[in-house]
Structure formats: structure tokens, C-alpha cells
Nanobody, 127 residues
Framework: QLQLVESGGGLVQPGGSLRLSCAAS????????IGWFRQAPGKEREGVSC????????KYADSVKGRFTISRDNAKNTVYLQMNSLTPEDTAVYYC????????????????????WGQGTQVTVSA
């Protein structure tokens, strides 16, 4: 089974930054998407950002556009989420996930589409 491990979460003040990492076990797939999702207490899991494997195109939730950046390091089998200008509304457990695809398509921010999930890393934005 594909394994994903998130790291980089923690406590940060409003306006601060964090860089989350998602390390994946070795795998070989032609098409896939990697996404970042988050879930705050009492709320549904929501999509934050995603990136397609072959296209390299990215997608962001409106709430994080201009503040967050998703990227990959293929050599390290790692995807990152750079989070800037953080606000208390960004407080949540952040998960990375992989969607296995059969064709090359743009990634989506729907949790139900993703097949593999990490355990999550806590991000708390508070003064």
C-alpha cells in the first residue's frame, strides 16, 4: 500500500508561514494527483491545493489563492505546501493524499476522489 507521511505542522502566529511536507513511499504510476486537504474541528474535510503528476498544473481553493503554493520534488518523492500569511481560519489538521488516475486529467479538490491518505499534521495559527 502506498504510504504518505505529513510533517511540518506546528504553532504559528497570524501572518506567519509554515512549510508542510508529504513524503511518499516509492511507487511507479503513469498518472496521479497529489492533493492537500484540511479539516478543522466540527467541519468537513476540504480541499486546499493539488498538483497533477504529468501536467504539473496546480489548483487552489479560493481561500488560499495567493498565500499557499504546492510543489513537488520528484527525486525525494515529496510534495510540499508552502503556507504564507496564515490566519486563525487556517487552523486544521492538514492531510496529503494521492489520487490514482487512468488518464491524464487536471487534479481535483474533492476528497472522495483520492485513494491514499496520510495521517495528517496539525497546524495551529494563534497569537
Amino acid at each position: 500500500q502506498l504510504q504518505l507521511v505529513e510533517s511540518g505542522g506546528g504553532l504559528v502566529q497570524p501572518g506567519g508561514s509554515l512549510r508542510l511536507s508529504c513524503a511518499a513511499s516509492e511507487f511507479t504510476l503513469d498518472y496521479y494527483a497529489i492533493g492537500w486537504f484540511r479539516q478543522a474541528p466540527g467541519k468537513e474535510r476540504e480541499g486546499v491545493s493539488c498538483i497533477s503528476s504529468s501536467l504539473g498544473s496546480t489548483k487552489y481553493a479560493d481561500s488560499v489563492k495567493g498565500r499557499f503554493t504546492i510543489s513537488r520534488d520528484n527525486a525525494k518523492n515529496t510534495v510540499y505546501l508552502q503556507m504564507n500569511s496564515l490566519t486563525p481560519e487556517d487552523t486544521a489538521v492538514y492531510y496529503c493524499a494521492v489520487e490514482i488516475k487512468t488518464v491524464q486529467t487536471l487534479c481535483v479538490l474533492r476528497p472522495r476522489e483520492y485513494n491514499y491518505w496520510g495521517q495528517g499534521t496539525q497546524v495551529t495559527v494563534s497569537a
